[in-house]
């Protein structure tokens, strides 16, 4: 639904208007507390990119901005649409016997081994096609939009096998043509198919020799993902995995430090890996080591709340330790079955004693680093992706403030209106 293609787009009236503007790259320390705060601003589009941003006198004195179709932002917050960098959001079931097990006292690794967990998960996308699991996708896709999501990375992960996980990497590239949210293709190896429990070697190699070849010739993937955590893979496993990987061109992420402190951030870190996710039992050694990488820390405190743990992951120590974090939903059916980054911000804040201007900072522009997409989406500046979402708050620190609701009333994509709450 465009307004128009041809004319620019005028957004007028921003109560608050955060750019997240400042340096072209990642964000350190304090700088992630600068969220690039316009009164009254306003910001001009044209062809899908900023044209102008700036307090709104200013910018509605521009030639392009008389002839262009006006959005009142009625006094609101707009910013920088959210950039969810670690989801598994495709997924062919909700998995509702695991959470009322968990309430029972079921540990997430005792329900796994019950079996429950990512091999209920993969049981039930081996017996859904893939048109199905595409359009499953296709809804989340536009859930994702409603709060403010304008990007999402998109893992498999709940194949398994070769023929399985093809089927899930078909399935996303099949959404992501014509989502209105940009979605970002990551392989993840999650878990041992159970024929192969007692050949972990061979199936390392099926994962080495045709999986990780396959999806990169049929360009399906961008990252490579490892479940690497106590009984999941080991250091020395997933580390033949992400070489093999990054030697097919895939770039780097990996679950890491969610279960148990293994060395995993380290060692991924050490590969250049763009980031290391979870980190919920990360050590005051891993954060100062992580401060020397390019290595972000993607922290996902919606897992830790829904399976009642009460190990957040150490947000506080590593922004104050210089380390770039990110945040994410980790939408899945197991341990964070939301999708509302708003949630996150408020998690974030709350729990684990982030800033709301950190937490923008780690919920767009980091992610958009995350996604490997820092140069053209995350933050509102002159010839980047016109991608925002306008929340219905007058200060922007109400979002994580009025927490589990939904703020978001309009999402531009590309410069286009995608979403206006009541129009659908
Ligand atoms: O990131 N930790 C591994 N993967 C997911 C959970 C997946 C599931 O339980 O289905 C996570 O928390």
């Known amino acids: 639904m465009p307004l128009t293609e041809a004319r620019p787009l005028l957004v007028v009236n921003c109560g608050q208007l955060l750019t997240l503007h400042g340096p072209r790259r990642l964000r350190a320390g304090r700088e992630m507390a600068e969220v690039g705060l316009i009164r009254h601003g306003a910001l001009l589009i044209r062809d899908r990119m900023v044209a102008m941003v700036g307090p709104g006198d200013r910018v509605g004195r521009s030639p392009d901005a008389r002839r262009a179709v ?21 997924f062919a079931a909700p998995r509702v016997e695991d959470y009322v097990a968990r309430i029972s006292g079921a540990s997430y690794s005792h329900i796994a081994r019950a079996g429950g967990g990512i091999r209920a998960s993969a049981s039930r996308v081996r017996s859904t096609s893939e048109r199905v699991l595409t359009e499953r ?35 996303i590239r099949a959404a992501a043509e014509g989502a209105a949210c940009e979605l970002v293709p990551t392989l993840l190896v999650h878990e041992i198919p159970a024929r192969y429990r007692n050949k972990r070697a061979r199936f390392l190699q099926l994962v080495r020799q045709k999986l990780i070849p396959q ?34 061109g895939l770039k780097l992420k990996l679950h890491a430090e969610q ?31 992580l401060r020397g990488t390019r290595t972000i820390a993607t922290l996902l405190p919606g897992s830790v709340l829904h399976l009642g743990s009460a190990d957040y992951p150490p947000a506080r120590r590593l922004v104050d330790g210089g380390v770039p974090v990110a945040l994410a939903t980790n939408f899945n059916p197991g341990s964070s079955p939301t999708l509302n980054m708003q949630v996150i911000l408020s998690l974030a804040c709350s729990q ?23 140069d053209q989406a995350g933050s509102l500046e002159v010839g980047k992706q016109a991608d925002l979402a306008i929340m219905d708050v007058e200060d922007y620190r109400e979002i994580p403030y009025f927490f589990g609701m939904n703020h978001c009333t309009t999402v531009i994509k590309k410069g286009r209106v995608v979403y206006r709450r009541g129009l659908g």
């Open 259 to 289: 279960l148990a402190r293994t060395g995993a951030a380290r060692m991924a870190a050490g590969l250049n890996a763009v980031s290391v996710d979870h980190l919920d039992h990360l050590s005051e050694a891993d954060i100062r080591w």
């Open 352 to 374: 684990m004693r982030m800033t709301p201007a950190e937490a923008v900072t780690a919920a767009t522009i980091h992610g958009a680093y995350a996604v490997g997409r820092g």
């Open 137 to 171: 996708l296709r809804n989340v896709a536009r859930l994702f939009l409603e709060y403010g999501t304008t990007t999402a990375e998109v893992k498999s992960g709940y194949g398994l096998d070769l023929v399985q996980e093809m089927k899930m990497l078909r399935a």
């Open 70 to 90: 006006r959005l009142d932002a009625r006094g609101k917050v707009v910013l920088p649409g959210f950039v969810d960098s670690h989801t598994h959001a495709l």
């Open 215 to 248: 999806a990169v010739r049929e360009g399906l993937a961008e990252f490579f993902d490892v479940f690497c955590d106590r009984g999941y893979f080991s250091l020395a496993e997933t580390k033949e995995l992400l070489g093999a990987a990054a030697g097919a």
